[in-house]
């Protein structure tokens, strides 16, 4: 199967979680990390996140500085990558910033479950794939992204998508960024949700780099697929 080289950036707290008991987004990088994360969404083709990431945060999904927005308008890009969400039944709200703000061409993907009106909706706003019964079948979804044109995805999260999609054997490196804060809580996301590994089948990553940022460290790992 030909897919993407797909990447997950994440921050996390010092304590493995990536939001708070509410499920609310936190602050846990500075400037330094964020103009790389900035740098990484415009050197993609596009950019990914799971429903439960657009519900709770909303996010736009946008390249933020203006030199690297023309820099891809230079290259004959759209200013911004290609924004997925996935998206098993269309619950993307249709007023999502995804929609609103920026530029540039958004993919819903969708199960065979989702409601025809909610997809006609959405498909105003989008491209739909269809991929999977009830469930969004992640290896079909990335084999179409592909055939669209996508060589390489980032990944931005929720801690279910992570699972789902490392759990998959979908993700080719992993970049966290640890920073100077504990969350706590046991019902605070972490990177990686889900049902998680059995002792036997645990994934091994191997350590590429570790770079100290302003109050964090960055480490970047290549997933050893089994
Ligand atoms: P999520 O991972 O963004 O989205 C999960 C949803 O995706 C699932 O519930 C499912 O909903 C859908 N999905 C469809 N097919 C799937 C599949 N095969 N595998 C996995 N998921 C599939 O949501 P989340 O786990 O609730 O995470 C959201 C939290 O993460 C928020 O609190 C947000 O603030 C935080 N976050 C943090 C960062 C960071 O870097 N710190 C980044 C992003 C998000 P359906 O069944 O409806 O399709």
């Given amino acids: 199967m030909e897919?993407?080289?797909?990447?997950?950036?994440?921050?996390?707290?010092?304590?493995?979680?990536?939001?708070?008991?509410e499920r609310k987004q936190v602050k846990i990088s500075g400037n330094i990390d964020f103009n790389r994360m900035d740098q990484l969404r415009a050197g993609s083709?596009?950019?990914?996140?799971?429903?439960?990431?657009?519900?709770a945060d909303d996010p736009s999904l946008?390249?933020?500085?203006?030199?690297?927005?023309?820099?891809?308008?230079?290259?004959?890009?759209d200013e911004n990558p290609v924004r997925i969400i996935v998206d098993s039944n269309a619950r993307t709200p249709i007023d999502a910033d995804i929609f609103t703000k920026g530029k540039g061409k958004r993919i819903i993907i969708v199960s065979e479950s989702a409601s025809l009106k909610k997809i006609a909706e959405l498909k105003e706003k989008a491209d739909i794939i269809v991929a999977g019964?009830?469930?969004v079948h992640l290896p079909e979804a990335m084999q179409k992204l592909r055939e669209q044109g996508i060589k390489q995805l980032m990944v931005e999260g929720g801690a279910?998508?992570?699972?789902?999609?490392?759990?998959?054997?979908?993700?080719?490196?992993?970049?966290?960024?640890?920073?100077?804060?504990?969350?706590?809580?046991?019902?605070?996301?972490?990177?990686?949700?889900?049902?998680?590994?059995?002792?036997?089948?645990?994934?091994?990553?191997?350590?590429?780099?570790?770079?100290?940022?302003?109050?964090g460290i960055l480490l970047k790992w290549k997933v050893l697929q089994k």
């Fill in 62 to 77: 946008t390249v933020k500085s203006p030199e690297l927005q023309d820099k891809r308008i230079k290259a004959g890009l």
């Fill in 3 to 21: 897919r993407p080289f797909i990447f997950i950036n994440s921050a996390m707290s010092a304590d493995g979680k990536i939001s708070t008991k």
């Fill in 45 to 55: 083709d596009a950019i990914m996140v799971g429903i439960g990431t657009v519900l």
């Fill in 160 to 215: 279910t998508l992570n699972w789902g999609m490392i759990s998959s054997g979908l993700v080719d490196e992993i970049y966290t960024f640890v920073g100077n804060l504990i969350i706590g809580g046991k019902n605070s996301p972490t990177f990686v949700d889900g049902v998680g590994f059995p002792e036997k089948e645990l994934l091994k990553l191997e350590l590429m780099d570790a770079e100290k940022i302003e109050d």
């Fill in 133 to 135: 019964k009830k469930k």
